[in-house]
């Protein structure tokens, strides 16, 4: 095993996944990420990040096939949109909580410190781990068959709303322009690491009050966390 000696989490998550893996160390792969490989001294081939590259791959093959024959009449063009849409960051880290996949993985301390559990860009890159490691477990229609039922319902909403993105900036704005005249205000409260592997940390305020935080890999996604915990803390529900 790499890096994982909890087997009963290893049991947990694949009953949250509803798939059994032969070969448990591609599992046990797929959940490390690459801040825990580098902090332990392992090969950069003992984290997930060769399974997030085949997944990625498959998950768009997947996706691709199901558009085509589900849509017979769609131009390419739409297909295109709607397939991004489906295979987007935002879009992979809600399936990946959906089986509360965060809670699994192995990350480095500075990750686990700075909220990397709940982070999108990590979620996004364990749900296209997975995959590749089931790929590699099974064959194409077994991990066909997995990707469906996580998501089709993803897919039918791209097609029926035409974003799955949540802007929880907006979504703030209009919650408190009922509420107040104030204005929000983002402020960046802490820069840390090196600037090809920055993290931001933003407060977002109103009247002077901090209503939220939220970290972020750009100022974008950090703004958009602190927004959702600033709805979350007002009684919103994004589970």
């Known amino acids: 095993m790499n890096g994982y000696s909890d087997r009963e ?6 009953e949250n996944l509803k ?6 160390e591609l599992l046990d792969t797929a959940l490390t990420h690459s801040s825990y490989a580098n902090e332990h001294g392992m090969h950069a081939s003992k984290s997930n990040q060769r399974l997030e590259f085949l997944g990625d791959t498959v998950l ?22 709607i397939r991004a849409k489906v295979v987007s960051e935002p879009s992979l880290a809600l399936a990946a909580r959906r089986i509360n996949l965060g809670n699994f993985l192995l990350l480095g ?11 999108d860009s990590i979620l996004a890159d364990a749900s296209e781990a997975i995959t590749g490691a089931i790929f590699m477990d099974s064959n ?25 993105f949540i802007d929880y900036k907006t979504g703030l704005q209009e919650k408190l322009q009922k509420i107040t005249r104030e204005k929000l205000v983002y402020t960046v409260v802490k820069e840390e690491g090196p600037d090809h592997n920055k993290l931001f940390h933003i ?31 007002m009684g919103e529900d994004y589970d």
């Open 19 to 24: 798939y059994r893996f032969e070969d448990i």
């Open 140 to 164: 194409y229609e077994t991990v066909r068959e997995f990707l469906l039922k996580n998501f089709e319902t993803i897919i039918v909403k791209a097609v029926a709303k035409g974003s799955l």
């Open 9 to 14: 989490k290893l049991d947990e998550i694949q």
């Open 109 to 119: 301390k500075g990750e686990e410190s700075t909220g990397g559990r709940d982070r």
């Open 60 to 81: 768009g093959l997947v996706v691709s096939e199901y558009l085509f024959m589900k849509y017979p009449f769609y131009p390419e063009g739409e297909l295109t949109k």
């Open 203 to 233: 407060d977002v305020s109103v009247g002077g009050d901090v209503i939220g935080s939220g970290i972020g890999r750009n100022k974008k996604e950090a703004e958009q966390m602190a927004a959702k915990e600033a709805l979350i803390l």
